[in-house]
């Protein structure tokens, strides 16, 4: 597929905007399902956007970063992985694979980003020091720059001038290694979903676990129609919380007035 030049310029100012919501609002869009699927919809394969923006989706909900620490940049993974799985007229799973190491460079990039801002902060520093507090929080603008020239000129460089670069390397790729890129894109689904279950409690709540394994294994229900079964247990387990904290204040308040 031949890139435009509208879509190479859409997609990198959402790259800019990821910047902005990852470090500002944090509004949900620039989730790796929402990255994954406006490239898919600017580059006109939604599905495959959605599945590896999804799949990748289920990485990012195990693991998060706390105070200073960067992690895999998933969001741009899920970004770059579908623009170049679409242009180069590759699989879901290929696509996947290539998105999970993108992920991982854009980290160390992540990084590089950090260690520029210090340079804005002593600055502003100094300028507090000296009274002008307008002009040290305009350097908060200088950082947010970094971070969105972070963002952008790695999705600019693989979108204008990759490619040509991407089709060579996807034709040099042996079969078995192809086929070793579809079959870890299979698995990592199950690894997303892994990482999920040990942060969850699930031992406190196993029977739902089990309810959930039946109908999606044995009763071959679609995804919906389990989400729907799980909203209903849950205003089920909220009306019988209610209830036991009204029959405690029942009981709390019938005491009082016997003393």
């Known amino acids: 597929m031949e890139v435009k030049t509208w879509q190479i310029i859409l997609l990198c100012l959402y790259a800019m905007y990821m910047a902005y919501d990852g470090n500002g609002p944090t509004m949900g869009f620039s989730k790796p399902t929402f990255t994954g699927f406006i490239a898919g919809l600017i580059l006109g394969d ?12 289920l990485m990012a909900l195990g693991i998060g970063n ?3 620490a960067s992690i895999p940049d998933y969001s741009t993974g899920a970004l770059m992985g579908t623009a170049l799985t679409i242009i180069s007229g590759q ?3 290929v696509g996947l694979a290539l998105a999970l190491p993108i992920s991982l460079l854009m ?7 950090r260690l520029s801002t210090v340079f804005f902060q002593h600055r502003a520093e100094k300028l507090v020091d000296e009274g002008e507090f307008k002009r040290a929080a305009n350097l908060n603008l200088y950082g947010f720059v970094t971070y969105a020239l972070s963002k952008l000129i790695p999705v600019f460089i ?8 991407v089709q060579t390397i996807v034709d040099a790729i042996p079969v078995q290694l192809s086929a070793g890129f579809k079959l870890a894109g299979a698995m ?7 990482i999920l279950l040990k942060y969850m409690p699930v031992k406190a709540n196993m029977e739902y676990f089990i ?4 109908l999606v294994s044995y009763l071959q229900m679609p995804i919906l129609g389990v989400a729907l079964v799980g909203v209903a247990f849950a205003i089920m387990s909220y009306k019988k919380m209610l209830a036991s904290k009204q029959s405690v204040e029942t009981v709390s308040v019938g005491g009082m007035g016997d003393e």
Do not use: C, H, R, W
């Open 107 to 113: 980290m160390q990039i992540d990084v590089l980003a």
């Open 211 to 214: 309810v959930g394994f039946i």
């Open 46 to 57: 939604v599905k495959t956007g959605l599945y590896i923006g999804g799949t990748l989706n």
């Open 91 to 93: 699989s879901a799973e």
């Open 188 to 194: 990592l689904p199950a690894v997303g979903i892994a």
């Open 158 to 165: 693989a979108l204008a001038f990759g490619q040509g670069v």
């Open 66 to 68: 706390f105070g200073g």
